[in-house]
């Protein structure tokens, strides 16, 4: 999850820096951590891979591209493949 954080902020010309403490501060947020403990490993599969979504969303905005497509569809594969049907809910029913 931390990755994609990181790569989510880059995409909109965030310094390395600036992108580097989001990381950290989405990685190490108390509900994450939690959601570790408690056991639901399910959910932090399928929430590690928002962060690339909304930067494929985005970059659709500007101009569509066959590996996005083809990159979000792997996204997209790694969010249902987790599992955990309510994340999967949750994440389509947002507008």
Do not use: C, E, N
């Amino acid at each position: 999850m931390a990755f994609t954080s990181f790569f989510f902020m880059r995409s909109f010309g965030a310094g390395r820096g600036v992108s580097f403490l989001v990381s950290l501060a989405t990685i190490f947020s108390t509900g994450i951590v939690l959601l570790f403990y408690i056991g639901h490993i399910t959910k932090l599969m399928s929430l590690a891979v928002f962060p690339f979504l909304l930067m494929m969303l985005f970059r659709f905005r500007r101009k569509i591209r066959l590996l996005d497509v083809l990159l979000f569809a792997l996204g997209l594969h790694v969010l249902i493949l987790a599992a955990h049907v309510q994340i999967v809910i949750l994440f389509a029913s947002r507008p």
